[in-house]
Structure formats: structure tokens, C-alpha cells
């Protein structure tokens, strides 16, 4: 098996001289390589079932189809167990980043953590209400909607109850009755109707009414009128404007529950939940137009914590829900169990709250699919992760200062690592190192562009990251035209400190268009002295040990010639005791790994 | 300003708009509106205040008809000129238009409807704030006298009722004192109007029209009895709809709205009473503590209700009357027991015997429930009850005596009780001899026997009026001597010589049965104390035998011949034995006139005696040693046991201080009337005879109150 394994990274490294030399000849060889072994298919659909029930999105399993397949069996399977175990922290991480902002709002409104009783968290119950709420809610931007979640999410307050009563609907809530006592206040199943305007006749206000037509028509057309929505068999109309009060009988002559008056906003709300379209009149209806939901019902409660600003005085507030809203395009969060002016601070905290864990639940997603993990230190990295966090709360949004801190911490740690494997010797762990190193590198270095910006939109942070590869591609380019073997190397110390500052990369974007060798050694020992900068708890000794040591690899590097290196590589698998002989084969996986990646990325 | 407004609108227009033709004036108004239109785009809201003076002061305000019709489609082609801006010209547009409802050509009248129509339905919710005048102008307009405009009100009504019910800016506050202020108007269609807005604003489930009934429920009832039957059928309509929203709200002010029912509930009309009645029902089933302040007042409108004429009526009535007796109030919550009697007592006092019965039925209830509180109002009520037993009805009386007997559970409120009833029977003769008898019996079976008539006897002992109390004691010996309840009494008092119970009766009642000789003799007959009998009969004087003592001793002869006194016939059958018994009956005997028919049934009687064969068999063998051994064997066991049990002496002696009384009392009498003597004497033979006659009437008496005792 080794022998094979070693036979099939000779061919890689091959093919990959071959595809720098001809762009054409390198999709070619991309196809080929993305021919699965039998043993392998397994496991990448493990991967991709995984991927499927995580987001949904057929896109995404190819991704994890394309990752799994660039690695061997071993590495796949230790990726797998890693990669479960890394989405479960994060998902532990962002909760609790979340359950912080809900706490800090809290506070801001000056609202309590725990009511007066001490049984019930306003805490807890926000902070369950918002993910609720943000996992039922899926916009519909493809038609022109709104990204912004606050348009779909309502926050309606009811001065009754406990707080633990509180809870979401899946639909539309809102301060309505029927226009009658004794039409049913209660649907299940409702086939819903909405007419925009008014149903009345010659009642239009810019049109002057002569009585004598008005005494013998009136009646019969609103009987024609009801009759014509009755043949479509509503059990719920709603209309924008009024209703003649003899039309009103009818529709309840007819067990028909009327609600009348209703403001455009709301209507357009109901429709584009319940699926009814708006239609003008009734000479538009049709039955392909009613809406549905599973229960209509109006609901009577007595306030008697006190409503806001009436100084507390009882209230009766009548509330028309529907409920079970076949389209995820809105919903209502009841919060209960105060008087109306505390609610009003919790349904700000709320708010806020929906609109964040709604992005926080995008980001997540994100950062799953570009493949990123957390560090193996969970123990030592909230640690050092905390400090900072105190001090520029103030300046910056809690739930990305976290994130944030973990690459920055992360990559000392991975460095410090690999000095010591290296000191170890080991040639298996020095290269699972150089691996996960590189791996962790590139999502982080697009999640570092995303959440550095800002910028909560995911479309913004798409855009931005494909620029940044198409320009890592272009800046790639140039260098295969002097000496390959060296570009590469200079390439991959660049991108360990690239990871930690904007400013850095800028200028080696910017340096790479030059294609003096010599600027490019100068660019590389700078890099390493920002990369020092953030090497806070390392001792000064290893710093200078490992600086010493990055030295004496470019050394040895350049002053080989190609093919002694390739006869020295034959060599090595006679004898493993020289230790120059060890250090030549790290050199060609590493070359594997940035070309596979490269590739990924091109197909994404 | 006019001048200005000229100068907007052309002549011909303004000519078109007084023309007589309807449709000429609408294509003038149609003209305006687009005027009016112009002016609201291009901002000149001047020039559409002038517009609005014109039409106003020269048309709505000319003494000419078609000017004024003009006028007023002017000012709603204005308003629909407006559109969405004409809320701010509102303060000119409506007054003129309100105006002309009072205008006294109909036709006019009818345009003002219309124009009104035109302008509510632009400008909808903001007229509201006109609305008190607009609803006063269509409550007087639904009552016109012309079809036409009835029928443009009630079209403008519709529209004027669809924008209050969707309009947030209408004021229930502000409109129930104008519907409370018109509820009271006779006028049908007014009625019928307001009928209509009172079912429309309760429809609307956002309005609490419940709230405010207690304002005008009672102007429904009062349409209940209107002559017309559509509107009794509406009043119904929204009455039934309101009780069935009371039984679903929680919040409902029962008391205000029980004031109502109670007072609907004596109304002359009975379709208003069934309807009041039935609402009191569903009160007291629905009330909880609410209700508790107004029982008395709901009782006070049930019992009469009781008795209705009408069979629904009192069906629900009782029912209610159940559902308010099983409720078990407490007087600490409010319940006030005072304020019940209060009107029990008033409606004992009822024609109605149904409903008198079912105050009696309170007042047990009441006793029985809370005692200490009922007795705190017993100088209030006792009167009242006591009246009760002068009731025609016997289920009365007997209810009310159940009552007393409750009351009279103490001791001391029986002696009460019992004074009074003596007290009363002293006031009222006829009381006596129409109820005396019942209520004795009753009293007896729910007191007690013995200790009613102990109590009387030890009343009745010390009675001031002798007259009286001779009268009252034959009453109660009578009632003693006939009576099937009284059975035990008799049977005890059989027992007095040989038992100690017996023999404290028999001395508790003597005591006041000496005010009348006969009572007292057959007191001792019924003890089977004869020689003591016989001792009482040969200590009467000559004056104590006067026309009541014969008649007394008449009706004691037939009674002798009843059921009660078997026992004493029977004993004749051993005169040696009985020798007291047989000289007792002599004794009577020769009181009594040979030619009276007493006289002779006694005789009769005692011819029956087999005392001439005892003598035969005596005289045949050994007449005088026989005798005398019966003789003197009878009377030492006789003497003895009399003796030791009871001091006859003594007993003797009372009587005939007693007698003494009464013969110083007569003989008082008689000397204020010592002139006419000689005439008394004669007159006293005279009424004899009458009283004989009168005897001999009341022979059929006993077997029927024997019959009846039986039964």
C-alpha cells in the first residue's frame, strides 16, 4: 500500500509540472483526477449525505464530494471525525455568543435577566423565541423580496400570562375581528380570499349618487356580488376597505367570516404567507387565487399586567391569527407575562434578536461550507479569546470579535506545532501539519475578508471572495514562467501571514506583480516579522530557533539543482537515515495540496 | 365673497342648479364638482370656501325651493369634488345640509338626505364628529310624514351605520346618553330606528354594546308592550340576543339592569312581564354576588308573578323562585335577610293565595336557615304573621302555623305565641270560631299536645275578662273532646287517677277549666274522676244554672253519646263498681228540664243500665247485707285511691272560689240591671228555648266532626 500511495504522488507531482506548462492539457488532467476509486465512493457519500442534511443545497455536496476526493482513505476519515466534531463546537460557540448579546441588550433596555418570581428567564425565553423564529423564516429574494428579516418577523405584546407563555407562530398575527358577534370566530383549514377595495355599491367617493337608482339596485347587486364569491366557496374573506353592512348579512347568512378594513401592509403580509393573491375585484376571483393556512381564529385576551401607556389600566385585546402558514415567508413571536412597557423593551431585545441570529445562522452555514474548523486547543483558545473581547465590546459587534480572534490564535499555535514535529522528526506528523495548516488557511482567510468587513450580506462576502481567488489565480500565474519550484515554496510561507492582517496582504498582492526573485525573498522575511508580532506568548528563544530554521530550508531549497533533487527523491526510498534525503519528499505533497486546492476552487 | 365665487362658477351653471328639472340641477352639480376638482389640484382652497358660501347662503338658505334643492346636490358635488381633501371644508359643507332636514317641503327634505349620502360616503370616518346631530336629524326623519323622505333616511341610515361600525373615531361614551335620552319617545319608527342601531352596534363584536344596557334596557321593555307587533317582535329580537351575551360575558353590571327587571317584571302588559320574569331567571342562575344585594327586590318581583294569570308567567316564575331559595347566601357577603321578610311580609298580604303560600314557604325557609337573624326581626313580622291566620285559605293558615311552630321552638316565644293567640281570639270572636279549632289541632301535632294546652290552661288561668276566658275554655274543651289529634291527650287524661303524667295534666288544666262548670265536669268524665264530678255538680248553686250552663250541658249530653265517651258507656255495664259514674249522670239528669230533648236521650240512656236486675238478684236472696257489702267495698277502694293521688278537696275548693268569682262578677251584672229583673228572668226562658232550637240544629254537628276527625 505504500508503494502505491507513493507511486500515485509521483504521478500527481508529474501531472502537475505538466498542467503549469499547458492551461488546456490541465483541465484534462482536473478530469482524471476526479475519478474515484471504489473503497472511496463510501465515504464521499457519507460526506455528502452529511452536507445535504446540513444545508440543504445540492451545490454543497458536490463541494464536499470534490474535498474528500483529493485526499487518501486515512486522511479522509480522521477529516470526517474532525469536521462532525468542529461543526458541533462551533454550533456550542455561536450559542453562546448569541446568549451574550441577548443578555447585554437586556440589560441596555434595563430589563431583568430574571422576572420578579425568579422561575423564568427573559434570557432564555429570548433567546429560544429568536432561533424560532430565524429558523422558520426563509426569504424569497428571487422575486424581489427583502433580505432583511425584519420585514417578516412581527413582534406583538400581550400583557397577560407568564413569560414562559411566550411563543412563536408560524404565520400571521395581527389586531383584527370579524365584522360580525356572531360570525365564526374559527376556521380550521380556511380557504382564504383577499379583495383589495371595497364591496359596495355606487359607494365609490368620486362618484355623485342619485337615490332614485340608488333605492332599486343597491340590494340586488350586493346580492349578485356575494354570491359570485360565494361560488368559489371561501370560508374567510378579507377586504382592504368596507363593506355595506347588507352585504355583511349575507356573507353571514352564508357562514362566511368577513373581516373588513384591513391596511394594505398587512394584507400583502397575509397574502404572501397564506398564498392568496390580492385581487382587485370580484370580477378577478377565482379559486386558483385563495389562500391557506391550517387554522384561522380570533382570540380574546384580558390584559391584566397593564397595557403600555394607559397607566396600566386592563385591557381587552382581541388578536386574529393564522396559523400554520404553508409558506415560510413570515411569522409572529407573542411575548406574555408583563405590562405593556417592559414588553415593549423586550420586544426591542427581541428584534434585534430575530436579526441576529438570523445572520448568525447564515454565517454559520457559510462557514460549514467553505469547510473551516476550530482549533484542536478548545481548552486554551476561549482563554486567550476572552481577554480581548472586554475591552472593544464597545467598538464592535460581539458576535464577530470571537470569531475573529480564533484564526489569529490559531495560526501561532499551528506554527508552534510544526517546530516542534520538526524537532521530533517525524516525517508523517510534519506533513499532516503542513496539511491542516493549509487547509485551515483558506476558509479563514475568506471568513477574516467577511467578518473584517463588516458586512452581514452574504451576497457582499461571495463577491469578495471570488475576487480574492480569481487574484491568488492571476498573482499565480506570472511566477510559473521563472523558476517553478521556487514560486511555490516562496508562495506557501506567504500565505501562514497573510491569514493575520489585511494591510500584509494587500502589499503581497500588490509585490507579486514584480517578478524580481530578489523582492520576493525581501517580501517573505517581512512577512515573517508581522507573523512574529502575533506571537505573543512564544518564548523569544523559539522565535529565534524557528526563524534560523525557516532560513536554512529556503537555503537548501535554492541551492539544489531539479534533477538532483528527483534522483535524490529515488534515494530516499532506499534509505531513511540521512535527514536531508527526509525533508526532499515533504516538498512534493505540499506542491499537491496547493495545486488540489486551486483547482477546487476554480470549479466553485 | 360672492363676487369671487361668481366669478369661479359660470351663470349658466348657477342657472342649471335652481332649475326645477333634477337632472338639470345634477348636470350643473356635475360641473361644479369638476370645478371644485380644478381648484383642490391647483391647492385654492379660497376659491372653494367662496364656492361654498355661494351655494350655502343663496341657494341652501333661499326662500325658494329649487334653489335650495340646488343648493344642497351643490354642496355634495363640492364634497365629491373633494375627494380625500374635503375633511377640512366639512365645518361649512354639513351645517346647511343638517339644515334642511327640518326643512318643511318633504322634497327638499328628501335632496338633503341624498346630498348627505353623497358627502358621508367621501369623506366616511371623518363626519363622525357630526354624528349626535346627523343620528338626531335621522331619528326625526325616520318619522316623517312623507314616504319618500322615510325612505331616503333609511337608505342614508344604512351608509351612516356601516361608517360608524368601521370607524375608529365613533364614541360609544358619547353616543349612549343620546339613545338613553330617546328610548322614552312613543313615535313606532323612532322605535323602530332605534331598535335598529341598538341590534347593529351589538353586532359589531369590537363595540361593548353590553356594557351600556343597563342605559337604555329599560326603553326596550318599554317597546315591549307597544301596539304595533313588528316592533314588540324587534324589541324581543334584541332583548333575546343581549340575554344570550350576558350568559357568555363575564363582565356584566347585574345590578343597575335587576333594578330594571324587577320594576318591568309588575307591568300591566303581560308579554313584558313574561320577558322581565325570564330575564330575572337567568339572573339568579348567572348573577353570582353581584346578584346577592338585589334578592330581596327579585323576590319582591317573583311572588306576585307566582300568581299571574298567564301560565308561562308563573311557571318560570316558580322556577325562578326555587332557583333563588337552593342559593345559599350569607349574610356576611351582603345577604340581607331583613330586606326579605321585608317582602315577605308585603306580599302576605297579596290577593293571590298562591303567591301568600310561597311567602310562608320563604319565611320557613329563612327560620330554618339563619334563626338568629330571622328572631332579630320577629316584633316586625309577627303581626303580620299572626293576621295570616285569619287567611280564607287553609293552606295558609296551615302554613303559617307551621311558621309559629318554628318560631315558638323556644320557650319563651311560645308563651309568646300563645298570648298572643289568646290575645287574639279575646279581639276577634269570629277568629275563634272559624280557625280556633284548626289552628288548636295544628299546633297541637306540631308543638306538642300537652304542652300547647298546658300553656293555654296556665294562661288562661289568670285571664282578667271571666267571660272570655269561660268562652275560651269551652273552645278548648271541645276541641279536647273532638279532636282525632288529641287522641293521646285523652288517653293520658284517662290514666290521671292511677299515673303521675296523667294526674299533673289533669291538675294543669283544671286550674283554668274552672271558669266554666261544664268544661270542668267533663274534664273529670274524661279523667274517669267521678266522684269528684258528682262533688262539682252538687256545689252549684242555684244561680250558676243559667241559660249557657244548659246549653253547655245539651251539647255535653250528645257528646256522651260520641266515640270518645265509649269507654264511659261500657262502664255501665258494672253500675256496683262504677256507683260515682252512675250518681254523676243522675246528677245531670235532674238538672236538665224534663221537656228538653238532652233530658230525654239521658234517659234513655240510662233506662239501658242493668241496675234493676242487680237489685232483683239482691233483693231475692239477701237484699240489705248484699248492698251494703257492695256498697261500702266500692267506696273505701274509691276513697282511698282518690285521696292519695289527688286532693279532691283541694280541687273542690278552687272551683268554687272560682264559681264565686263569676257569680260576683254576674250578680254585678245584674244589679245595674235591678229595674228590669223581672224581665231578665223572662227573657233568660226565652233564650233557652232559642238555644234549644239551636241544639237541636247542631245535632248533625258532632257525626260530621267525628267523620272528619276520623278521616
Known amino acids: 500500500m505504500d508503494n502505491t500511495e507513493e507511486c500515485n504522488t509521483r504521478s500527481s507531482s508529474l501531472y502537475s509540472m505538466e498542467m503549469l506548462e499547458n492551461e488546456p492539457v490541465d483541465f484534462e488532467n482536473n478530469s482524471s483526477l476526479w475519478l474515484p476509486p471504489e473503497p472511496e465512493d463510501e465515504e464521499d457519500d457519507h460526506d455528502g449525505a452529511l452536507c445535504d442534511e446540513d444545508d440543504g443545497e445540492d451545490a454543497t455536496g458536490e463541494w464536499g464530494y470534490l474535498r474528500s476526493n483529493s485526499f487518501g482513505s486515512g486522511h479522509c476519515r480522521s477529516r470526517d471525525k474532525s469536521a462532525e466534531e468542529h461543526k458541533r463546537a462551533m454550533k456550542d460557540i455561536v450559542d453562546g455568543h448569541f446568549r451574550a448579546l441577548v443578555a447585554q441588550l437586556l440589560q441596555a433596555e434595563k430589563v431583568q435577566l430574571v422576572d420578579k418570581s425568579g422561575k423564568q428567564s427573559w434570557l432564555d425565553i429570548v433567546t429560544s423565541l429568536s432561533w424560532e423564529a430565524a429558523s422558520i423564516l426563509k426569504p424569497d429574494t428571487s422575486k424581489g423580496g427583502r433580505m432583511d428579516p425584519g420585514g417578516y418577523v412581527k413582534v406583538k405584546c400581550l400583557a397577560c400570562g407568564r413569560p414562559s407563555d411566550s411563543f412563536v407562530v408560524k404565520g400571521v398575527v395581527c389586531k383584527k375581528n370579524v365584522a360580525h358577534r356572531r360570525m365564526a370566530s374559527r376556521k380550521e383549514k380556511p380557504r382564504i380570499l383577499i379583495l383589495g377595495g371595497a364591496l359596495e355599491y355606487q359607494r365609490i367617493s368620486n362618484l355623485l349618487s342619485s337615490f332614485d337608482t340608488l333605492l332599486q339596485q343597491e340590494t340586488d347587486y350586493l346580492k349578485m356580488a356575494v354570491a359570485k364569491i360565494k361560488a368559489h366557496q371561501p370560508s374567510v374573506v378579507l377586504v382592504e376597505k368596507s363593506v355595506s353592512r347588507y352585504a355583511q348579512d349575507l356573507f353571514l347568512e352564508k357562514n362566511i367570516s368577513l373581516v373588513l378594513n384591513i391596511k394594505r401592509p398587512l394584507l400583502e403580509r397575509i397574502s404572501r404567507c397564506t398564498g392568496a393573491h390580492i385581487v382587485p375585484s370580484i370580477d378577478y376571483v377565482s379559486s386558483q387565487k385563495l389562500g391557506h393556512c391550517d387554522l384561522f381564529h380570533v382570540e380574546k385576551y384580558v390584559e391584566e399586567h397593564g397595557t403600555a401607556g394607559e397607566g396600566g389600566k386592563k385591557m381587552l385585546k382581541t388578536l386574529m391569527f393564522f396559523e400554520g402558514c404553508p409558506k415560510p415567508l413570515g411569522c409572529t413571536i407573542l411575548l406574555k407575562g408583563a405590562n405593556g412597557d417592559e414588553l415593549k423593551k423586550v420586544k426591542h431585545v427581541v428584534q434585534y434578536g430575530v436579526f441576529a441570529a438570523y445572520h448568525l445562522a447564515l454565517e454559520t452555514s457559510f462557514l460549514v461550507d467553505e469547510g473551516a474548523t476550530l482549533p484542536e486547543l478548545p481548552l486554551k483558545s476561549p482563554i486567550i479569546v476572552a481577554l480581548p473581547d472586554k475591552p472593544s465590546s464597545a467598538d464592535r459587534s460581539i458576535s464577530t470579535i470571537p470569531i475573529l480572534q480564533m484564526p489569529t490564535a490559531s495560526s501561532p499555535n499551528d506554527s508552534l506545532q510544526a517546530f516542534d514535529v520538526q524537532t521530533d522528526g517525524s516525517t508523517f506528523n510534519g506533513f499532516q501539519t503542513m496539511d491542516q495548516t493549509m487547509v485551515m488557511c483558506s476558509p479563514e482567510y475568506k471568513s477574516c475578508k467577511k467578518l473584517g468587513a463588516g458586512s452581514a450580506q452574504t451576497e457582499s462576502a461571495h463577491f469578495n471572495g471570488q475576487d480574492k481567488n480569481i487574484a491568488c489565480l492571476h498573482g499565480m500565474v506570472p511566477w510559473s514562467s521563472t523558476d517553478p519550484l521556487v514560486q511555490q515554496s516562496a508562495s506557501s510561507l506567504c500565505h501562514c501571514p497573510s491569514c493575520s492582517r489585511d494591510v500584509v496582504n494587500k502589499k503581497h498582492f500588490e509585490e507579486r506583480q514584480p517578478e524580481t526573485s530578489g523582492h520576493t525573498l525581501d517580501n517573505d522575511f517581512n512577512a515573517l516579522s508581522a507573523h512574529r508580532t502575533n506571537l505573543e506568548s512564544v518564548e523569544s528563544g523559539h522565535l529565534f530557533a524557528y526563524n534560523s530554521e525557516n532560513g536554512d530550508k529556503i537555503r537548501a531549497k535554492l541551492s539544489v539543482p531539479l534533477n538532483v533533487q528527483i534522483s535524490l527523491d529515488d534515494d530516499s526510498s532506499k534509505d531513511d537515515s540521512v535527514i536531508k534525503k527526509d525533508e526532499i519528499p515533504a516538498s512534493p505533497a505540499d506542491n499537491q495540496s496547493i495545486l488540489v486546492s486551486l483547482s477546487s476552487r476554480c470549479v466553485w | ?711
Open chain 2, 1 to 711: 365673497m360672492a363676487a369671487d365665487a361668481l366669478s369661479i362658477i359660470p351663470g349658466a351653471v348657477l342657472r342649471n342648479l335652481s332649475d326645477k328639472l333634477y337632472e338639470k340641477r345634477k348636470n350643473a352639480a356635475l360641473e361644479i364638482e369638476g370645478i371644485v376638482k380644478q381648484l383642490a389640484t391647483s391647492g385654492e382652497h379660497d376659491k372653494i370656501s367662496a364656492v361654498i358660501a355661494l351655494l350655502t347662503n343663496d341657494f341652501t338658505m333661499s326662500p325658494q325651493a329649487n334653489h335650495r334643492k340646488g343648493g344642497l346636490i351643490g354642496l355634495a358635488a363640492v364634497t365629491v369634488g373633494l375627494t380625500s381633501e374635503a375633511a377640512q371644508h366639512l365645518e361649512q359643507i354639513v351645517p346647511p345640509v343638517l339644515t334642511s332636514f327640518l326643512d318643511q317641503d318633504s322634497r327638499v327634505r328628501y335632496y338633503a338626505c341624498e346630498a348627505l349620502y353623497n358627502i358621508a360616503k367621501v369623506v366616511r370616518g371623518d363626519f363622525i364628529i357630526y354624528f349626535n346631530k346627523i343620528f338626531d336629524a335621522l331619528c326625526k326623519l325616520s318619522a316623517d310624514s312623507d314616504a319618500n323622505v322615510q325612505s331616503a333616511a333609511h337608505l342614508l341610515d344604512r351608509l351612516v351605520k356601516d361608517i360608524v361600525t368601521e370607524s375608529d373615531q365613533f364614541s360609544i361614551e358619547e353616543f349612549i346618553p343620546l339613545l338613553r335620552e330617546r328610548m322614552n319617545v312613543l313615535n313606532p319608527y323612532v322605535r323602530q330606528f332605534l331598535v335598529g342601531w341598538i341590534t347593529v352596534l351589538d353586532s359589531v363584536p369590537d363595540i361593548d354594546m353590553l356594557g351600556f344596557l343597563p342605559d337604555f334596557l329599560d326603553g326596550l321593555f318599554n317597546m315591549l308592550s307597544d301596539s304595533s307587533h313588528e316592533i314588540r317582535q324587534q324589541a324581543d329580537a334584541a332583548l333575546s340576543e343581549f340575554l344570550q351575551e350576558i350568559k357568555n360575558s363575564p363582565n356584566v353590571d347585574y345590578g343597575r339592569m335587576a333594578e330594571i327587571l324587577v320594576r318591568r317584571a309588575g307591568s300591566s302588559d303581560e308579554f313584558t312581564r313574561l320577558t322581565s320574569i325570564t330575564w330575572i331567571n337567568e339572573f339568579v342562575k348567572l348573577g353570582g354576588e353581584q346578584l346577592v344585594p338585589y334578592y330581596a327586590d327579585i323576590l319582591g318581583a317573583i311572588l306576585p308573578c307566582i300568581s299571574d294569570q298567564e301560565e308561562k308567567i308563573r311557571v318560570v316564575a316558580r322556577e325562578t323562585n326555587e332557583e333563588l331559595c337552593a342559593i345559599k347566601a350569607d349574610p356576611t357577603e351582603g345577604f340581607d335577610i331583613g330586606a326579605i321578610l321585608s317582602i315577605a311580609k308585603r306580599e302576605l298580604n297579596s290577593e293571590h293565595e298562591a303567591t301568600r303560600i310561597e311567602s310562608l314557604h320563604w319565611f320557613s325557609t329563612l327560620l330554618v336557615r339563619y334563626r338568629a337573624e330571622f328572631l332579630a326581626y320577629l316584633n316586625d313580622i309577627f303581626d303580620p304573621l299572626l293576621n295570616a291566620l285569619s287567611d280564607p285559605s287553609d293552606a295558609v293558615v296551615l302554613l303559617v302555623l307551621e311558621v309559629h311552630a318554628r318560631i315558638a321552638e323556644e320557650s319563651h316565644h311560645f308563651h309568646h305565641l300563645v298570648s298572643y293567640l289568646i290575645h287574639t281570639f279575646h279581639n276577634n270572636h269570629v277568629l275563634l270560631e272559624k280557625r280556633g279549632a284548626l289552628i288548636v289541632r295544628r299546633l297541637c301535632i306540631l308543638l306538642g299536645a300537652e304542652k300547647v294546652y298546658r300553656e293555654f290552661s296556665t294562661i288562661l288561668e289568670t285571664e282578667g275578662d271571666l267571660e272570655f276566658a269561660s268562652t275560651m275554655v269551652q273552645a278548648l274543651n271541645l276541641i279536647l273532646l273532638t279532636s282525632t289529634e288529641l287522641a293521646e291527650l285523652r288517653s293520658l287524661l284517662k290514666k290521671t287517677l292511677v299515673d303521675s303524667c296523667g294526674k299533673d295534666l289533669f291538675q294543669s288544666l283544671y286550674a283554668s277549666w274552672c271558669h266554666s262548670p261544664m268544661a270542668t265536669i267533663s274534664l273529670c268524665l274524661l279523667a274517669q274522676a267521678y266522684n269528684h264530678a258528682i262533688s262539682v255538680i252538687q256545689s252549684l248553686g242555684e244561680e250558676d244554672i243559667n241559660v249557657k250552663f244548659l246549653v253547655q250541658l245539651d251539647k255535653l249530653i250528645r257528646l256522651l253519646e260520641t266515640p270518645v265517651f265509649a269507654y264511659l258507656r261500657l262502664q255501665l255495664l258494672e253500675p256496683g263498681k262504677h256507683t260515682w259514674l252512675l250518681k254523676t249522670l243522675y246528677g245531670l239528669l235532674m238538672l236538665l228540664p224534663q221537656q228538653s230533648a238532652a233530658f230525654k236521650i239521658l234517659r234513655t240512656r240510662l233506662k239501658t243500665v242493668p241496675f234493676s236486675e242487680n237489685l232483683k238478684r239482691t233483693s231475692s236472696t239477701n237484699p240489705y247485707s248484699q248492698i251494703l257489702q257492695v256498697t261500702e267495698d266500692g267506696n273505701r277502694n274509691h276513697d282511698t285511691q282518690s285521696y292519695n293521688a289527688i286532693n279532691f278537696p283541694s280541687r273542690l275548693h278552687q272551683f268554687e272560689s272560682m264559681q264565686q268569682q263569676h257569680r260576683v262578677h254576674l250578680k254585678n251584672q245584674l244589679q245595674s240591671q235591678k229595674s228590669a229583673s223581672a224581665i231578665v228572668l223572662s227573657q233568660e226562658i226565652q233564650r233557652y228555648e232559642e238555644a234549644h232550637s239551636s241544639s237541636t240544629s247542631e245535632i248533625g254537628r258532632p257525626p260530621s266532626r267525628t267523620s272528619r276527625g276520623i278521616s
